[in-house]
């Protein structure tokens, strides 16, 4: 997988990031040698007078374009920076979101577990009375059996 990004570009965090070094570029934007001397320097004044226009339109287009690539590269530094402290500000304020979140979460979880004791004692106490007067039912049907059956029985015989 690392050479997959290798092919893509220096991963995150490498020694590679920041604007590339323009300095190479800065200092030789003119692309002009020193005049030759004797005869030739003669050929080369009359050319350039010839030519001088045109070389000099070069000049001002190199000038122009070094000025652009250093304010692009600039804009895109500034630009990248400002997008990297943005995300970095947005993931602390969701990695305090998440925390007030997890606090509010426990409690209420904490709150639904006292809830839940609550009313499992309730109901144990309904079910506890219920089978009090469950017992209590069957005591006094017995009692009662037993009295019937100690009453006299009807003359009839039955």
Do not use: K
């Amino acid at each position: 997988m690392s050479g997959e990004r290798d092919a893509v570009g220096p991963a995150p965090g490498s020694a590679n990031e920041g604007p590339p070094d323009t300095s190479a570029v800065n200092s030789t934007w003119r692309a002009e040698a020193a005049p030759p001397r004797g005869l030739s320097g003669i050929v080369f004044r009359l050319l350039e007078r010839f030519w001088g226009p045109q070389l000099d339109a070069q000049r001002r287009f190199n000038s122009d374009q070094v000025q652009l690539d250093n304010e692009t590269i600039r804009y895109v530094t500034e630009r990248s920076a400002a997008t990297h402290r943005h995300y970095d500000a947005l993931l602390g304020d969701i990695g305090q979101r998440l925390g007030d979140v997890d606090v509010r979460h426990q409690l209420l979880q904490r709150d639904l577990l006292a809830h839940v004791d609550d009313l499992v004692r309730r109901i144990d106490l309904v079910l506890t009375e219920a089978e009090r007067g469950r017992l209590s039912l069957e005591h006094e049907v017995r009692r009662l059996r037993r009295r019937l059956e100690e009453l006299p029985r009807s003359p009839s015989g039955t």
